[in-house]
């Protein structure tokens, strides 16, 4: 199971940190891939990130602002995000990828899912 915290309201060039705690696995054996939904649109992947492959995969969109971290104490993943803009504003789930690298799939074939957290910018 995954548990998302963070996200809320701020204005455009702000920070969000958004947590994604993960129960019953470690990001050992799973890829977690972060991705969002913007209203009237479909889910985008935003980053991947795999322990197995020793890096983060990031949208075009998100490079170099937004960055992904692990604690593995708290056996959580974090997605920082940094120099936002209104067109961030969307609900950023993390789900869970197939095995431990990084699938690439499209988010229908994705099974466990965060709640979601809603990212509001405000211009």
């Known amino acids: 199971q995954l548990a998302e915290s963070g996200g809320g309201l701020v204005q455009a060039g702000g920070s969000l940190r958004l947590s994604c705690a993960a129960s019953?696995?470690?990001?050992?054996?799973?890829?977690i891939t972060w991705f969002r939904q913007a209203p009237g649109k479909e889910r985008e992947e935003v980053a991947c990130?795999?322990?197995?492959?020793?890096?983060?995969n990031y949208a075009d969109s998100v490079k170099g602002r937004f960055t992904v971290s692990r604690d593995n104490a708290k056996n959580t993943v974090y997605l920082q995000m940094n120099s936002l803009k209104p067109e961030d504003t969307a609900v950023y789930y993390c789900?869970?990828?197939?095995?431990?690298?990084?699938?690439?799939?499209?988010?229908?074939?994705?099974?466990?899912w965060g709640q979601g957290a809603l990212v509001n910018v405000s211009s």
């Open positions: 990130f795999s322990v197995k492959e020793g890096s983060t």
């Open positions: 789900a869970v990828d197939e095995g431990p690298y990084c699938s690439g799939s499209s988010a229908e074939y994705f099974e466990v």
């Open positions: 019953g696995f470690t990001f050992d054996s799973y890829a």
